[in-house]
Each structure stands twice: as C-alpha cells, then as structure tokens.
C-alpha cells in the first residue's frame, strides 16, 4: 500500500469532489432573492385584507336584503354605516354601484388599489366584486 503524503493529502481534502455547500455570495444572493418576494408579499398583505372586507360588507348586504324587495337608497346606507364599522378604506360607499336588472338590483365594487413598492416602483391591484340582491 502506498503512503500518502501531506500534500496529497490537502490537494485530496480540497478537489473539487469533496467540496458541497454554498458560497457567500450565493447565500447573499439567495436571501436577498427571498427578500425581494417577501417584502412585495408584506406590501400587499393590507390591500388583499382590505378586498376581504368590501367582500364581507357586499355579501352581508345581499344576505340582509335577499328577497325583501329592497330599494337602491336602503342598500347604499347599509353599505355605508357597513364601510364605517369595518373602517373600509381606498373605497368608499359611493364608490359601489347599485344597478337595477332583471329580478333585482346589482351590487358591484369595482376599484384599483395602488401600494408603493420601492422607489418609483408600485403595485396597482385590480378588484371587481358583483353580487345581485334578489327581489
């Protein structure tokens, strides 16, 4: 059996076979690949929990005057005391379109919610949320 010298040895410990893991750089990278998506994600957190309530608030209206043969002005004002206790905001009840169709009236809250990202750069969000109260 051979003896193997020290050299041999380190140049063995070092090739390029024996070598795993990630270098720094890769790690920066890596984390600041990561951080980019998780920064947009915490960005637009608020803006989709605020599309949850204007979904609360436009399904609780259907469920309140589903089949009561309700009227535009008595939708609207439970659209508007709803937006104030759910502290709604970037719509406001006006903004919320109520339409007479066939067998009942139209709800629909149709808006762009826009969240600055860095610098110049922001996401502009597009909602669309139609429901019609049955008469």
């Not at 010298?5 to 795993?20: F, G, K, T, V």
């Amino acid at each position: 059996m051979r003896k193997i010298s020290r050299l041999e040895m380190r140049l063995q410990r070092n090739s390029p076979q024996r070598q795993h893991g990630m270098t720094m750089l890769g790690l920066v990278f890596l984390i600041c690949f990561i951080g980019v998506f998780a920064f947009g994600f915490i960005r637009l957190t608020p803006v989709y929990l605020n599309y949850m309530k204007v979904i609360g608030v436009i399904d609780g209206v259907v469920a309140e005057f589903e089949g009561q043969g309700a009227n535009a002005t008595a939708i609207r004002r439970s659209i508007g005391r709803r937006f104030d206790v759910e502290s709604v905001g970037e719509i406001v009840a006006k903004d919320v379109k109520v339409t007479p169709v066939d067998g009942g009236l139209e709800v629909a809250a149709v808006y762009d919610h826009s969240t600055p990202f860095v610098a110049n750069i922001s996401f502009t969000v597009h909602f669309n949320k139609t429901e019609v109260v049955r008469r």
